[in-house]
């Protein structure tokens, strides 16, 4: 739901919340700064629509597409669509289980079709009544491949704070690293990528609102790292 905030956050709440941010920035900062020559980048383009349908108050179903332009977004590198079907447990809580097809364009011959099957396990870890908002997914994932053998298994936790700025607007950040939990042709074990996120909320209508910000994903790999400076568009939608 989208809501609109006239508050008052307290002082005590207020310092945590920096202390969080910093915390985010100061990890991210250590994880990811090397000499320039160690690393690959590249600039993206990634835009995604989000729909929730509320199908009862406890049962909801979640599609989403997202196009995502690589290669200094010169071409769609990426299409990804997902599904799930959700279960809130309490106001706090939900859970679910879905599905996902994505197309991966890599510079090359080699295009990979991905079929994904995940659950995920949804927290919200704090409210206030000033707007501010922190909460978790975790998310499983089995990952097949038809050009590939054998599943690869990834585990994903992904934590985000909205934080009011104006009567309209939060701020968003986010932080989600991924674990490769086997080793297969895909995947290599271990921590693979780390995104981290921040951009602003933006209502367009009631249960409609956009969030451009700046995302960086940061690619481990055996040789050298890559860093993606991706501009970030998500259209958010609730039924």
């Known amino acids: 739901m989208l809501a609109r905030h006239r508050y008052a956050t307290p002082p005590q709440i207020s ?16 994880a990811f700064t090397t ?9 993206n383009i990634w835009l995604g629509q989000f729909a929730t349908i509320n199908a009862t108050d406890d049962v909801y179903v979640r ?28 106001k706090d809580v939900n859970i679910g289980a879905g599905y996902a097809y994505i197309l991966t364009d890599q510079v090359g011959p080699d295009r990979l079709n991905e079929h994904r099957f995940y659950q995920e396990l949804n927290v919200r870890l704090l409210s206030t009544e000033g707007g501010v ?37 939060k701020l968003v ?8 939990l086997n080793e297969t042709g895909i995947q290599r074990g271990g921590l693979s990528i780390w995104r981290n996120f921040v951009g602003v909320s933006i ?26 400076h991706t501009a970030n568009v998500n259209l958010f939608m609730t039924f």
Do not use: C
């Open 63 to 90: 599609v989403e597409a997202q196009e995502r332009f690589t290669n200094d977004a010169d071409r769609l590198g990426q299409l990804l669509l997902r599904s799930l079907v959700g279960y809130r447990i309490n």
């Open 203 to 228: 209502p367009l209508a009631k249960n409609i609102e956009v969030v451009p910000g700046y995302l960086n994903q940061h690619v481990f790999r055996d040789g050298q790292d890559r860093s993606d």
């Open 133 to 169: 908002t922190l909460d978790s997914r975790t998310r499983l994932e089995q990952r097949t491949f038809e050009e590939r053998e054998n599943t690869s298994w990834r585990l994903r936790n992904f934590v985000q704070l909205r934080v009011p700025i104006s009567d309209n607007n």
């Open 35 to 43: 000499p320039a020559t160690a690393q690959e980048e590249d600039f």
């Open 15 to 30: 310092r945590d919340l920096m202390r969080f941010i910093a915390a985010i920035v100061a990890l991210s900062a250590a």
């Open 173 to 180: 950040a986010y932080t989600e690293p991924f674990f490769d």
